[in-house]
């Protein structure tokens, strides 16, 4: 990050918006205090819609029962899963309509 005086920026502008663009951010300072940064122009994202992946996120009906056999190899369970003698559950697949 350079820093540049007003008055030198208002000769150089052409050339310091070329560097900004570039990628450079760049302080203009009056006096050798700070007042403003020429930095790059980035495009707004556009607005995020909702629903977009309706009809593609299923549940199944049971998905919010309590599981026994889950819960108790969360709470007794190992740390590492790796271990020689451990064992792990795997998600169902979605069924076939």
Not at 45 to 56: E, P, S, T
Not at 57 to 83: Q, S, T, Y
Not at 86 to 94: I, P, R
Request: charged share 30%; glycine share 8%.
């Amino acid at each position: 990050m350079k820093t540049v005086n007003i008055q030198a920026a208002k000769t150089h502008l052409s050339r310091l918006v070329e560097e900004a663009a570039t990628g450079e951010e760049i302080i203009l300072a009056k006096a050798g205090k700070p007042i403003a940064k020429l930095v790059p122009y980035a495009k707004t994202r556009k607005a995020r819609v909702g629903g977009f992946l309706k009809g593609q996120i299923w549940e199944a009906p049971d998905c919010w029962e309590a599981d026994e056999k889950l819960n108790k190899l969360m709470v007794e369970g190992p740390l590492f899963p790796d271990e020689p003698g451990s064992t792990m559950l795997v998600a169902e697949e979605k069924p076939q309509s």
